[in-house]
Nanobody, 124 residues
Framework: QVKLVESGGGLVQAGGSLRVSCAASGRTFSSYAMGWFRQAPGKEREFVATISWTGSNTYYADSVKGRFTISRDNAKNTVSLQMNSLKPEDTAVYYC?????????????????WGQGTQVTVSS
């Protein structure tokens, strides 16, 4: 079993930066692909970014490409999302997700584990 705990959310002005992180328990973290999703009020949870087990392969939603960067540290069992040039439409609860396979994935049902989420609010 893997437990995921997000941290680092908060309030930031448009154009600013924020880094959210996810700490994972369990010795198998390094063999899992990881992802970030977000859910704004009244909307479906949507894909943001994903990273393969070694970190060599990443993929982003078009809406965040060029602004967000996903990374991982397998020695520390963490995955992070660096968010730059934030926009009010990035406001959402951000969720860390893990899957029991090594390759990247972009849909919710491909992930086996989920964190509780961390709120990111971007003011205009």
């Amino acid at each position: 079993q893997v437990k995921l705990v997000e941290s680092g959310g908060g309030l930031v002005q448009a154009g600013g930066s924020l880094r959210v992180s996810c700490a994972a328990s369990g010795r198998t973290f390094s063999s899992y692909a990881m992802g970030w999703f977000r859910q704004a009020p009244g909307k479906e949870r949507e894909f943001v970014a994903t990273i393969s087990w070694t970190g060599s392969n990443t993929y982003y939603a078009d809406s965040v490409k060029g602004r967000f960067t996903i990374s991982r540290d397998n020695a520390k069992n963490t995955v992070s999302l660096q968010m730059n040039s934030l926009k009010p439409e990035d406001t959402a609860v951000y969720y860390c997700a893990g899957r029991r396979l090594r390759n990247i994935a972009t849909t919710r049902n491909e992930y086996n584990y989920w964190g509780q989420g961390t709120q990111v609010t971007v003011s205009s």
